[in-house]
Every structure is written in C-alpha cells, then in structure tokens.
C-alpha cells in the first residue's frame, strides 16, 4: 500500500518558520518528482513548490520564493518544505504529492499520491 505520510505543521506567529515532512511507504519514489500544494479556506488548491527527481531542479509559486525551501532525500524516501518569514496568508492545510513525472510536479493532474494534509496556521 502506497502512503505518503505528512508531519510537522501547527500554529505560529508572523515572521516565525515551520517545516513540514513527508516520507513514502510503499514504493520508492526516487524516479519521481515531488511537491507541495495547500489549500487556503474557501479556496482551491494551489501549486507551493516542487522538486525534481535528482533534487537538483526546484520550482516555487511567485508567493512563496525566497521564503520556503523544499528539498528531497532519496535515501530516506522523504521530502521537506521549510517555510520561513511565514505570513497570515500562508494559513492554509498542506499537502504533499508525488508527481507522475521526474522533472516537476505543478499540476494537480499530475499528481499520483497525495499526502494526507497538513494544517499551518500562522498567526499576526
């Protein structure tokens, strides 16, 4: 069985930092890109970051660049996103995916697994 497992998350203040994790089970995805995308209340889910396969090639929306990281560790199976300078309008659940391809992972349709949500909640 396939899961992808998220951890991390809570509440902070303005300007604090938050990093989120998500480890695989089930099958390597080592060949695969994976990302991040959140959901604000009322909103639909929308692109966070992504990263390639080897690591090597990440990619963020435009609100996020320069304030989150997202990295991968092929050996460990996980990827992390670290949010900081985080603002209000980071509030929002969380929530990793596996991409079907290796390079990027932007769209929800190409999206293979999804985590389970996480909620951040940052406060002002």
């Known amino acids: 069985q396939v899961q992808l497992v998220q951890s991390g998350g809570g509440l902070v203040q303005a300007g604090g930092s938050v990093r989120l994790s998500c480890a695989a089970s089930?099958?390597?995805?080592?060949?695969?890109?994976m990302g991040w995308f959140r959901q604000a209340p009322g909103k639909e889910r929308d692109f966070v970051a992504a990263?390639?396969?080897?690591?090597?090639?990440?990619s963020y929306a435009d609100s996020v660049k320069g304030r989150f990281t997202i990295s991968r560790d092929n050996a460990k199976n996980t990827v992390y996103l670290q949010m900081d300078t985080l603002i209000p309008d980071d509030t929002a659940v969380y929530y990793c995916?596996?991409?079907?391809?290796?390079?990027?992972?932007?769209?929800?349709?190409?999206?293979?697994?999804w985590g389970q949500g996480t909620q951040v909640t940052v406060s002002s």
């Open positions: 995916a596996a991409g079907r391809y290796g390079i990027s992972v932007r769209r929800e349709s190409e999206v293979d697994y």
């Open positions: 990263i390639s396969r080897s690591g090597s090639y990440p």
């Open positions: 089930g099958r390597t995805f080592n060949n695969n890109a």
